[in-house]
């Protein structure tokens, strides 16, 4: 498979480990993922540094690993903590990205704020991964 980053003139490059778009060529296997925090009295950083290590576990499942991934959806809790929630979110994301070794070009990334199912959920995931 080869991954390919699209890039513009006129559209500012990403300030976070994403990208504007990216380009597949030649598929074999479309893959679709979802996680959803798990809320044992945990903040968002712990459920999202769970949900990556369960995507991961997905992954290998699914004969991929995330150098497959080509875009991830992050849902995080509306609140009013949603900055700081953010935050802790991208951080975790930074550091797992460098454990895992995610290098360029990163999956796209779209977040979106929104009501979860029970306050305990913070934080859900769907990844989409290309493997050839």
Avoid at 36 to 65: H, M, V, W
Wanted: hydrophobic share 40%; proline share 6%.
């Amino acid at each position: 498979m080869i991954k390919q980053a699209i890039h513009a003139k006129s559209v500012p490059e990403p300030t976070k480990l994403y990208s504007r778009g990216i380009v597949v060529s030649n598929p074999k296997n479309l893959i679709f993922l979802s996680a959803r925090g798990n809320p044992k009295g945990k903040g968002i950083r712990e459920q999202t540094l769970g949900i990556y290590k369960d995507i991961t576990e997905l992954l290998k499942e699914a004969g991929a690993s995330w150098v497959n991934v080509v875009r991830v959806l992050f849902i995080l809790k509306d609140s009013d903590n949603r900055e700081r929630d953010y935050e802790e979110f991208d951080k975790a994301r930074i550091d797992f990205y460098s454990e895992v070794d995610v290098k360029p070009p990163y999956p796209v990334s779209t977040g979106i704020l929104a009501r979860l199912p029970g306050e305990e959920f913070l934080i859900e995931l769907e990844v989409t991964a290309v493997i050839e």
